[in-house]
């Protein structure tokens, strides 16, 4: 896996989650996307197993960080889209929307 791409999908994915949640509040907020969230959004999205058995949450979450980082450099995502996904109230839970986000990317990555 590259660094750098996770590194990138980091800061992608911490802007977007805050500007997705001042959206939703109304009020200016940042946030880190804690490794947990998104290793429970690799499982749920189907990337956890298509990794090596022994990696730690961190490496999950890089791989998921990673994807999304070149779906976005790829134009396989726009922002618009990454910060919709973030928004959508329905799942109250963050891991639910950082695992539509990455089946999202996996598809289209596939087609």
Not at 17 to 23: D, G
Request: proline residues 3%.
């Amino acid at each position: 896996m590259d660094k750098g791409l996770a590194q990138f999908g980091d800061s992608l994915l911490n802007f977007a989650y805050s500007f997705a949640v001042t959206r939703s509040t109304g009020t200016p907020r940042g946030f880190k996307v804690q490794d947990k969230v998104l290793a429970e959004a690799a499982v749920k999205a189907g990337l956890r197993k298509l990794l090596p058995r022994r990696v730690s949450r961190g490496e999950v979450a890089n791989s998921i960080e990673a994807l999304l980082g070149h779906s976005w450099l790829e134009k396989l995502l726009t922002l618009d889209e990454v910060v919709a996904c973030l928004s959508d109230d329905s799942y109250l839970i963050p891991s639910e929307n950082f695992a539509r986000l990455a089946e999202m990317a996996l598809a289209r990555l596939k087609a």
